[in-house]
């Protein structure tokens, strides 16, 4: 019997170094549904993915494909992750990706990243910020300078200097979608510098949202709750990963492709009259925002 308080063991316990490979992982994220067909919403767009090579990012690069839009991919060094989600955008929905490695801590490669996406393509017409780190940690006074100082240069320096530099791609009608989390909203007691770099994504997207409206190009962003994706494994302890999302209203962590939707639905014209608002699917989780 679950003793009280404790949280309930959904898959085995496993553990893997940073940034981590869906091929590792066990059982591995469901990324796609290949036998629903897409409808075209994003037909002939261009999409710049960061974190795209797996995860959510990955589920949402193939989905955008799917509606008929090219991709390009901007990853840290998962060679093995990347490759497949290209093979997938390219052989299976027909359209084109373009992968480009690198470090987005650094604002040289930020500016790169686009520079290279323009180059490919000639407009970036949705942009996807969407990688993150974080470094579990009981306390803040475990929390090292270092740690901290990547997780905000990861999780929302990035954000700033590549929409920065894609904002001279982008015309009326583009648009931006930003990935925060639940923890934005409810907080997270090991995850302090996480949490706090994406309550600083929504008040980037809202003011985004508010200085670009004259422009005409929208700014929103998705809050995931607990997601199986790479991340959990290279970041968290064998025994938390087991036990990942099973303290969700639902009592499971979503698949990756349950998450991509809520960027579909942003980047096209379904979403017309929004800007400066969030999506939640969180696993049943009611939060304020």
């Given amino acids: ?58 589920a949402t690069a193939i989905l955008f494909a799917k509606e008929g839009a090219d991709i ?14 290209k093979s997938i955008i390219e052989e299976t929905y027909g359209r084109k990706c373009l992968l480009i490695k690198g470090d987005l801590s650094r604002e040289s490669h930020c500016q790169a990243t686009v520079k290279k996406t323009a180059r490919q393509f000639g407009r970036i017409d949705i942009l996807v910020n969407n990688i993150a780190i974080h470094y579990e940690n009981e306390s803040i006074t475990t929390l090292t300078t270092k740690e ?5 240069h990861t999780n929302i320096f990035s954000f700033f200097w590549v929409t920065r530099a894609a904002l001279a791609y982008m015309k009326k009608g583009s648009c931006i979608i930003n990935s925060s989390s639940v923890t934005a909203y409810r907080g997270s007691a090991s995850l302090i ?40 494994p290279s970041s968290f302890t064998a025994k938390r990963t087991a036990q990942h999302g099973s303290d969700a209203p639902l009592q499971r962590a979503a698949q990756p492709v349950e998450i991509a939707p809520s960027y579909l639905f942003l980047a096209c014209n379904d979403s017309s009259y929004m800007t400066g608002q969030f999506l939640h699917p969180n696993g049943g989780e009611i939060i304020n925002g």
């Fill in 193 to 232: 510098d996480y949490a706090s770099t994406k309550g600083a994504i929504v008040s980037f997207t809202r003011s985004l949202s508010a200085n670009l409206v004259k422009k005409g190009i929208r700014v929103n962003g998705v809050a995931p709750g607990p997601v199986w994706t790479p991340l959990i």
């Fill in 148 to 152: 901290l100082t990547k997780t905000f």
């Fill in 72 to 85: 390009a991919i901007a990853y840290l060094n998962e060679k093995g992750d990347a490759r497949q989600t």
């Fill in 1 to 58: 019997m679950q003793k009280a308080g404790t949280k309930k063991q959904i898959r085995r316990p496993q553990r893997q170094q940073r940034p981590g490979a869906e091929r590792k992982m066990d059982p591995r994220p469901v990324f796609d549904h290949p036998e629903i067909k897409g409808s075209n919403k994003l037909k002939n767009k261009v999409a710049l993915i960061t974190g795209g090579d797996s995860g959510i990012g990955k």
